[in-house]
């Protein structure tokens, strides 16, 4: 498997450089066009066929990356990414996740993988720590985040994370309109389950770790009412969680941030250790396999 890693610190540098009047088309056509057919995927055009219409830099706001016109922040954040060698620790876990997948005949449904590093807004990942990743379409990559001491160590993981949502959807197909919350589960549960196995438990993210008791048994209880429920609308009400409902405008479900995260984390978590499944094999499983065999949930 062939690893594209993206410039994206020296691109950014070059960007804070410029005039704020020229930065969008620099980020729009040198830092995302080698991922238009990610965006493409879903349904994002680099440019809005109309003036302030949906594109790709609308979409990355929303999404939290930093704005690019932000110099102060940016040329502020550059720098500690820079100095902590964030990109060459992105690189060596990505290396570690092919090399795992390889020896496992695990398998990414695409010629190469293409990977960015991208500077988040401080102010709206507070939730996610300050930092967050997709990797839903195989074949692409990115990672954004504020760095701080506590992300920062955690790149490997989440870098895990995304990467094995690549090799999920290399074999199960994912449709918005019929994805139900029981999927949702265990394509989450999976992720973090695979980043735990490659950088350890230590290095999980707070959409699994910061839950209570009390409040995850909460929300299993809640999530095994509507584990059938499909369609990515009312899907997204229990896998965000109400603070993110708030902010996105769907109706909350009375749960905490990232619910469905850390419920789905625990059921696979039991099934693998009830059923002596290694992570490799379970990747390959169907949701229904892992969500009757679990144990988490009552019928």
Not at 136 to 146: K, S
Request: net charge negative.
């Amino acid at each position: 498997m062939n690893l594209v890693m993206e410039k994206t610190l020296e691109q950014y540098e070059k960007l804070f450089s410029m005039e704020e009047q020229k930065r969008e088309d620099e980020f729009r056509y040198t830092m995302m066009k080698p991922f238009e057919k990610m965006w493409s995927a879903i349904q994002v055009p680099l440019r809005a066929k109309e003036p302030n219409g949906y594109d790709v830099i609308m979409a990355v706001k929303m999404l939290g990356y930093l704005d690019v016109c932000d110099t102060e922040a940016g040329q502020k954040t550059l720098q500690i990414l820079k100095e902590s060698y964030a990109a060459e620790t992105a690189e060596s876990a990505l290396r570690q996740c092919i090399h795992f997948a390889e020896r496992e005949q695990l398998r990414v449904d695409a010629d190469e993988i293409k990977f960015g590093l991208y500077i988040a807004d401080p102010n709206r990942l507070q939730l996610q720590k300050g930092y967050c990743g997709f990797g839903g379409i195989p074949g692409f990559i990115h990672i954004w985040m504020n760095p701080d001491s506590y992300n920062l160590p955690r790149i490997p993981s989440i870098i895990a994370h995304e990467f094995h949502h690549n090799l999920r959807f290399s074999y199960v197909d994912f449709h918005h309109g019929s994805v139900s919350v029981g999927d949702y589960l265990v394509i989450e549960g999976l992720a973090e389950s695979f980043a735990r196995e490659l950088f350890g438990e230590e290095q999980l993210g707070p959409w699994v770790t910061r839950f209570a008791q009390e409040d995850l048994q909460y929300s299993i209880e809640v999530i095994n009412e509507v584990l059938a429920v499909k369609g990515f609308s009312e899907v997204r009400r229990y896998m965000f969680g109400d603070p993110i409902a708030k902010v996105q405008g769907f109706e909350p479900a009375g749960l905490s941030a990232f619910a469905g995260y850390a419920v789905g984390y625990h059921a696979v978590q039991l099934f693998m250790d009830k059923h002596q499944v290694t992570i490799s094999k379970a990747t390959l499983l169907d949701a229904e396999t892992i969500l009757s065999q679990c144990g988490l949930f009552s019928k």
